[in-house]
């Protein structure tokens, strides 16, 4: 049996493809905003942005490994 190492087996994903496409949004909104308000501002608030995009960025992967994982391994390894 030839094993598909080009596609994602989507079922095993948590983020349905429009919410993945949402989640790079806002990354990368989030990753761009972070030096413009450190430059703009005297506060350290950008730091906020920062951890959001690193939460997401987060997700993201998490979600990347899941759609990595094969269909039929279990949840426990």
Do not use: E
């Not at 608030?45 to 959001?52: I, K, N, R, T």
Request: aromatic share 10%; net charge positive.
């Amino acid at each position: 049996m030839a094993r598909k190492t080009f596609g994602m087996d989507q079922g095993s994903a948590f983020l349905s493809t429009r919410q993945r496409r949402l989640a790079w949004l806002g990354f990368l909104l989030a990753a761009v905003q972070a030096p413009v308000a450190a430059k703009f501002t005297d506060d350290s608030s950008w730091l906020f942005s920062l951890v959001v995009a690193l939460m997401v960025a987060t997700v993201i992967i998490a979600d990347d490994g899941a759609r990595r994982r094969p269909a039929d391994a279990r949840s426990s390894d």
